[in-house]
Every structure is written in C-alpha cells, then in structure tokens.
C-alpha cells in the first residue's frame, strides 16, 4: 500500500508540474498499473489465508466439542455399568415380545387379506354376465363392497325388489353364505330429487331405508342368509358417489351397497394378542 501511495503521489506531482517527458510517463504509469496488480494479488492471498485459518479453528472446534461428547458418554458408561446391563436386558426382552406381536399381526392381516380377495374374485365370477354399470365390486380397506343400480332392482320410486333382480342377488347370496362368519351390511342410497307422495315412502330417508331392508328380507326368505349377520340401513342423499346436477350422476348414486366385512369380534382379537406395557 505505500508504494501505491508513492506512485499516485509521483503521478499528481508530474501531472501538476508538467516537467516529465511523455516516455517518462507512460513508463511510471505502466509501473503504476503492476503494482496495482500486484497489491490485488497480495490481498487475495492474504483473504484466502484468513478462510483456510478460519475452516481450521471451526473444524478445531467441532473435534474439540466431540471428544467433550465421548469423554462425558464414556464417563456415564463406566458409571452405570451394572444398571447398563439390566436395561439391556429389558430392552431385548421388550423387543422380543414386539417381534412376536408384529409376526402374528402379519400373519393374521395376511389371512384377512386373502380371504377378502378370494371372495371378490369368486362374486367377480359369478357376476361376470352382469353389465358392469348394473355391478360394482371392490376390495376396499378389508372390505369387498358390491354396488347394485336402482334401475336393476326397483321400478322409479319403490322399494320393492323385481323379480328379475333375484337371479343376481341369488349368486351373491351363494357367495355369503360359504362366508358365513362375515357380517352383511346393507346401505341404501338415493340422489337428491324429493319425492312427492303422501304414502310410504315419505322421502329419500324413508326410500333409502325401505329399500335397504327390501334387500335383506329378499336374501334372508328367498336365500337362507343368517339374518343375525345382517345390517340394514338407508342413507338417503347424503352418501353421493357422483354430482347430482347431471343425469348421469343422479343415476350413479341411486344404488343399494351391499357390504361384506369380518365381524368386530373379529378385529378385537388383534387387541388381545398385543404386548403387554410394563
């Protein structure tokens, strides 16, 4: 930085005095210009050196902080050395007995599974000459759901199940009852269009409803299904599958469902096989 100085004071003075020759100036200007450079290379090695100085006092002080961690676990190690060993002990004995749960939960879930995809895939055969906007069936969460259109079991407005409707609810029986430890629910479903009628049924409650335990008395008189295993239930319009402001979705959501699921009982035996909290 002082030759800097003296170079610019070298300057003014020839520029303020005019006595230097041109050669003369542009000599000392070009020195000028190397020292310049040259004093920005030094301040780069120079800021360099600061970084590498500092990387090293940040690493020297983690090293630092790390060896102060060991030493202290260290310390508590050979402190506890006996309760150490009694924890150890419990510890594998707490993961042994959580290894065991989660084998029989697998193996129990695993079960659940195949037989509810069993099932499906035999209702899927025997259903397989129902047009499919009639027939929906699906495995969902442990359950197989089977939706039936309204237009294949009842007339507009009734609840009623026709005769030509029997054919498919006997095959779906057929399948219900080789599953005679599952339980049966029945929901009705209507879109959002009121009825007008001074009879049964009243409104989409009572339409839903009615329609619901049509199904289960169908199934329990004409196909021998346990009615203690079933459940039957409207929920009107509030369940839609699709939009009610078009036809298409109207129709998609006036369905019957009807649902196949283990008993409660069933899931409750999974509480008893957990372990057991000290």
Same mark, same amino acid.
């Given at each position: 930085?002082?030759?800097?100085?003296?170079?610019?004071?070298?300057?003014?003075?020839?520029?303020?005095?005019?006595?230097?020759? &041109?050669?003369?100036?542009?000599?000392?200007?070009?020195?000028? *210009?190397?020292?310049?450079?040259?004093?920005?290379?030094?301040? &780069?090695?120079?800021?360099?050196?600061?970084?590498?100085?500092?990387? !090293?006092? @940040?690493?020297?002080?983690?090293?630092?902080?790390?060896? +102060?961690?060991?030493?202290?676990?260290?310390?508590?190690?050979?402190?506890?050395?006996?309760?150490? @060993?009694?924890?150890? +002990?419990?510890?594998?004995?707490?993961? /042994?007995?959580? *290894?065991?749960?989660?084998?029989?939960?697998?193996?129990?879930?695993?079960?659940?599974?195949?037989?509810?995809?069993? !099932?499906? *895939?035999?209702?899927?055969?025997?259903? =397989?000459? #129902?047009? $499919?906007? $009639?027939?929906?069936?699906?495995? !969902?969460?442990? %359950?197989?759901?089977?939706?039936? @259109?309204?237009?294949?079991?009842?007339?507009?407005?009734?609840?009623?199940?026709?005769?030509?409707?029997?054919?498919?609810?006997?095959?779906?029986?057929?399948?219900?009852?080789?599953?005679?430890?599952?339980?049966?629910?029945?929901?009705?479903?209507?879109?959002?269009?009121?009825?007008?009628?001074?009879?049964?049924?009243? =409104?989409?409650?009572?339409?839903?409803?009615?329609?619901?335990?049509?199904?289960?008395? %169908?199934?329990?008189?004409?196909?021998? #299904? +346990?009615? @203690?295993?079933?459940?039957?239930?409207?929920?009107?319009?509030?369940?839609?599958?699709?939009? *009610?402001?078009? %036809?298409?979705?109207?129709?998609? /959501?006036?369905?019957?469902?009807?649902?196949?699921?283990?008993?409660? +009982?069933?899931?409750?035996?999974?509480?008893?096989?957990?372990? %057991?909290?000290?």
């Amino acid at each position: 930085m002082k030759i800097g100085k003296m170079i610019v004071a070298a300057a003014v003075a020839v520029t303020i005095t005019s006595c230097v020759s &041109r050669k003369q100036f542009d000599a000392l200007n070009e020195n000028y *210009n190397q020292c310049i450079t040259n004093i920005g290379d030094r301040q &780069r090695e120079i800021q360099d050196l600061k970084s590498a100085n500092s990387g !090293l006092s @940040s690493e020297n002080n983690l090293l630092k902080s790390q060896n +102060d961690a060991l030493k202290s676990s260290l310390d508590a190690c050979l402190s506890n050395t006996g309760k150490g @060993s009694a924890n150890i +002990d419990k510890l594998i004995g707490e993961i /042994n007995a959580s *290894n065991s749960y989660i084998k029989r939960l697998i193996s129990t879930n695993a079960k659940n599974d195949s037989l509810n995809m069993a !099932l499906s *895939n035999r209702l899927k055969r025997s259903l =397989d000459n #129902v047009s $499919d906007q $009639d027939v929906e069936i699906k495995v !969902l969460k442990g %359950v197989v759901m089977i939706s039936l @259109s309204d237009k294949m079991l009842y007339k507009t407005g009734d609840y009623n199940i026709q005769p030509s409707a029997h054919e498919v609810l006997g095959k779906v029986a057929r399948v219900i009852n080789d599953y005679d430890k599952y339980s049966v629910l029945i929901e009705g479903n209507t879109d959002n269009v009121p009825l007008n009628s001074a009879n049964l049924p009243k =409104d989409n409650w009572d339409l839903s409803a009615l329609r619901a335990t049509s199904m289960a008395k %169908v199934l329990q008189t004409q196909f021998g #299904v +346990d009615p @203690s295993r079933i459940t039957a239930g409207g929920r009107s319009e509030y369940n839609p599958k699709a939009t *009610n402001m078009s %036809v298409s979705g109207r129709a998609e /959501n006036r369905r019957t469902e009807i649902i196949i699921m283990p008993k409660l +009982d069933e899931f409750m035996k999974l509480m008893d096989i957990a372990p %057991v909290k000290n």
